[in-house]
């Protein structure tokens, strides 16, 4: 059974400074999503890592997969306040039929 | 436009009842999911469906059922059985190709009253 274990669970940070989430995962998965999620709302897809090595960045945001180490990463660029957000990452199984989520990253860019 | 519609975004329940939460989606997805989100935690899947007429149970799903008669469409009935039912639900439709993202609807907050 796939788990999927995010840390931080809760990021405290300052506009335009850098930080990274990190996501490991229990299990073989060369599948790797990026949520984000707003206090209320649905989720709405960042990335998808379909490969060892992949590397995606939109804006400020920048997520890779190491799949050898069962690691993925969400790093941020000069935060802003718009960040602020829940990060979710889903590993999904080797069957290919589910995802399974982390617990999520709250994420909060203070001025 | 595409998407994946919930409805109703609020529904209260009162002990002893079951209620039906609607998700339909014109995506044309093969796939169709259940999750459940209690508050600052993470997503748990409840049931889910590769294709019409077949769905599997998830990591919870006592206490649920579903159906799917329709490729477009896959509700969940919250039983009496499930004593704790109070979350926000989402229900989700990707297609079968594993390299698919999940596409969420804007979700259900279930209440008991």
């Known amino acids: 059974e796939l788990k999927v274990e995010q840390n931080p669970l809760f990021l405290s940070m300052q506009e335009g400074k850098n930080y990274t989430i990190y996501c490991n995962y229990s299990t073989t998965s060369d599948r790797l999503y990026w949520y984000r999620q707003d206090p209320g709302k649905s989720l709405e897809s960042l990335f998808v890592l379909l490969s060892n090595g992949a590397v995606k960045q939109e804006g400020r945001l920048m997520a890779s997969l190491d799949t050898k180490a069962r690691l993925s990463t969400l790093h941020i660029t000069a935060a802003v306040h718009d960040l602020s957000a829940t990060y979710f990452c889903a590993g999904e199984e080797t069957s290919g039929s589910r995802l399974t989520f982390g617990e999520g990253t709250q994420l909060t860019v203070n001025p | 436009d595409g998407g994946i519609t919930q409805s109703p975004k609020y529904l209260f329940r009162k002990e002893g009842q079951n209620v039906t939460l609607s998700c339909e989606q014109n995506l044309n997805h093969d796939a169709m999911y259940w999750y459940r989100q209690d508050p600052g935690q993470g997503l748990r899947l409840i049931y889910y469906s590769q294709i019409v007429n077949d769905f599997q149970k998830g990591d919870i799903a006592e206490g649920y059922s579903v159906s799917r008669e329709k490729k477009e469409s896959f509700p969940l009935t919250v039983t009496s059985a499930q004593k704790n039912p109070t979350a926000f639900y989402l229900c989700?439709?990707?297609?079968?190709?594993?390299?698919?993202?999940?596409?969420f609807g804007s979700g259900t907050q279930l209440s008991v009253l």
């Open positions: 989700a439709s990707r297609n079968r190709g594993r390299d698919e993202k999940l596409f």
